[in-house]
């Protein structure tokens, strides 16, 4: 079976531009977790949904935004990009929550110039 | 709120040697969960070890195994017979048991580099 997968895996965008970072999850898992992580810093919570509700929300602004699909497959949205929204975002999907069983994606690395 | 702390930034050690990684962290709930994830590097995270905090027994895997002193929230990782392979960023982790208003989410230390030297 198929691991958690991400796309795009690099990507380059400039201060004030928008991005969308994608993720599906394993296949039966219904719960989408984003995490960012900051070179050098462990992984940071954004937001976890499931059944296509936000069940989570780490203490990040208003600027990044998420949704679940009906297949339950998950974007990330990020506006007004900053330089310090460049990191590593991590997805982990989860069975029905609460769930101690995550696994991650390998990620999209967001280089904002 | 939850803290995590890995207070060693970088470790070595000679492969087929032995090595600790430290991790304390700071919560009042009384049922939670423990991880040690790996990240090698430009490579995805992946679960090393996981403790439950109601579970008395240390756990382990084969050539990990975890010390998890509860009352001290401490949980420390023991790699045995150091492997080439074992290179990687090793992140401590904490999640709550059960749902939170807050998601179920983890909360990670800023890790500790582990190389192994030939």
């Known amino acids: 079976d198929a691991g958690v997968t991400q796309s795009p895996t690099h990507l380059i965008k400039t201060r004030g531009q928008q991005v969308t970072l994608r993720c599906s999850p394993i296949?039966?898992?219904?719960?989408v977790s984003w995490y960012q992580q900051v070179l050098g810093q462990g992984p940071q919570f954004i937001f976890q949904?499931?059944?296509?509700?936000?069940?989570g929300r780490g203490n990040f602004p208003d600027r990044f935004s998420a949704r679940q699909f009906p297949n339950y497959s998950s974007e990330l949205n990020v506006n007004a990009l900053l330089l310090g929204d460049s990191a590593l975002y991590l997805c982990?999907?989860?069975?029905?929550?609460?769930?101690?069983?995550?696994?991650f994606g390998p990620g999209t690395r967001l280089t904002v110039t | 709120a939850q803290t995590v702390t890995q207070s060693q930034p970088e470790m070595s050690v000679q492969e087929a040697e032995t090595v600790t990684l430290s991790c304390t962290y700071d919560?009042?709930?009384?049922?939670?969960?423990l991880f040690w994830y790996k990240q090698p590097p430009s490579r995805q995270m992946i679960l090393v070890i996981r403790?439950?905090?109601?579970?008395?027994q240390n756990a382990t895997e084969n050539r990990f195994s975890v010390n998890f002193q509860k009352a001290a929230k401490s949980f420390s990782l023991k790699i045995s017979d150091s492997q080439l392979g074992d290179t990687a960023m090793y992140f401590c982790?904490?999640?709550?048991?059960?749902?939170?208003?807050?998601?179920?989410?983890?909360?990670f230390g800023t890790g500790t580099s582990l190389t192994v030297i030939p």
């Open positions: 982990a999907s989860s069975p029905i929550p609460p769930s101690y069983e995550q696994y």
């Open positions: 296949s039966g898992h219904k719960s």
């Open positions: 949904y499931y059944e296509k509700e936000e069940r």
């Open positions: 919560t009042s709930e009384s049922n939670y969960y």
């Open positions: 403790q439950e905090a109601y579970k008395q």
């Open positions: 982790a904490f999640m709550k048991h059960g749902f939170s208003n807050t998601g179920n989410q983890f909360y």
